[in-house]
């Protein structure tokens, strides 16, 4: 199984203020739920709570709440990173996709195969950052959109899926 992180950033690093995305980019968020649409994804609490479930996935909604139970069937609330990989395989995921939030980025990146990340021109401010790639990320590929530009990182040197 292929993981992904799925993000748009400001200029300034910003992913989110307040529990949201402060921007929009009705383009980006098009291609956005184009390449989510349909796989299982994993994204932190509080950014689920801000949000209504991904159509067409499995919504993997990672916390340290044990408690937590979903009302809906295309939602399921996991513990850990490799629960959320061991669920996203066993419904028969081919692709993970990490959609945030911060710490949710945090914990995955070392694993992450590849970064779907919209840079935004603007140096719109947030309370929610996009960690720094880092070494060992190559851009892959790069599609300029009329307002952004969508950089496909590929990570060199993923860490093995057993340190989960």
Same mark, same amino acid.
Request: cysteine-free.
């Given at each position: 199984?292929?993981?992904?992180?799925?993000?748009?950033?400001?200029?300034?690093?910003?992913?989110?203020?307040?529990?949201?995305? !402060?921007?929009?980019?009705?383009?980006?968020?098009?291609?956005?739920?184009?390449?989510?649409?349909?796989? !299982?994804?994993?994204?932190?609490?509080?950014?689920?709570?801000?949000?209504?479930?991904?159509?067409?996935?499995?919504?993997?909604?990672?916390?340290?709440?044990?408690?937590?139970?979903?009302?809906?069937?295309?939602?399921?609330?996991?513990? @850990?990173?490799?629960?959320?990989? @061991?669920?996203?395989?066993?419904?028969?995921?081919?692709?993970?996709?990490?959609?945030?939030?911060?710490?949710?980025?945090?914990?995955?990146?070392?694993?992450?195969?590849?970064?779907?990340?919209?840079?935004? !021109?603007?140096?719109?401010?947030?309370?929610?950052?996009?960690?720094?790639?880092?070494?060992?990320?190559?851009?892959?590929?790069?599609?300029?959109?009329?307002?952004?530009?969508?950089?496909?990182?590929?990570?060199?040197?993923?860490? !093995?899926? @057993?340190?989960?």
């Amino acid at each position: 199984m292929e993981i992904r992180a799925v993000v748009a950033v400001s200029r300034t690093g910003a992913i989110g203020l307040d529990g949201s995305v !402060p921007w929009e980019y009705p383009e980006d968020f098009r291609q956005y739920k184009r390449r989510v649409r349909g796989s !299982p994804v994993v994204v932190g609490r509080r950014t689920f709570d801000q949000m209504d479930p991904i159509d067409d996935s499995l919504n993997l909604v990672l916390t340290s709440d044990e408690s937590r139970t979903a009302d809906h069937d295309r939602v399921q609330y996991v513990n @850990s990173r490799a629960e959320a990989v @061991s669920v996203a395989e066993d419904a028969g995921g081919d692709v993970l996709s990490v959609i945030g939030g911060g710490g949710v980025y945090r914990a995955f990146l070392p694993f992450t195969d590849r970064a779907f990340v919209s840079e935004l !021109p603007e140096p719109l401010e947030g309370d929610a950052d996009f960690p720094y790639l880092g070494a060992g990320w190559e851009v892959a590929e790069r599609h300029e959109f009329d307002r952004f530009t969508l950089v496909e990182h590929v990570n060199e040197h993923p860490k !093995p899926r @057993s340190e989960l």
